[in-house]
């Protein structure tokens, strides 16, 4: 992998751990009560799936280096949201798997769509 690539694929494996870590962590800590529960259901109804496609087609552009990103990103989540929410609770094992499926999807879309055009 030449440097650009490996930076690539690092600024975003960061930014999936910020998003899909930090962010759910931010919330339980700073945000209390009903708004706080706006935040969550903004988090997990919108910029996680948001960010799980765009990571999909943006590891389409090269599948053999960068397919572990969508896999990655499920991780994260999972590990934040057992970490600062409820360890072990089955319904963020759903929403991984959601999330999982969306970047996989989208990842296979765009790699397509990228040979068929070449």
Known sequence: MTAAKSSKYLHRLVLSAFIMT???WLTVTFIRSDAGMAVCFLLFFAVNPAWSIILGVLAGENLQKQWSLPVL???FFLAGTWLFFDMGE???L???GIYLVLGAGCMLIS???RKKDR
Do not use: M
């Open 111 to 113: 790699s397509a769509v």
């Open 94 to 96: 759903l929403y991984a």
């Open 73 to 75: 990103s499920a991780a």
């Open 90 to 92: 089955t319904a963020f």
């Open 22 to 24: 930090v962010l759910p």
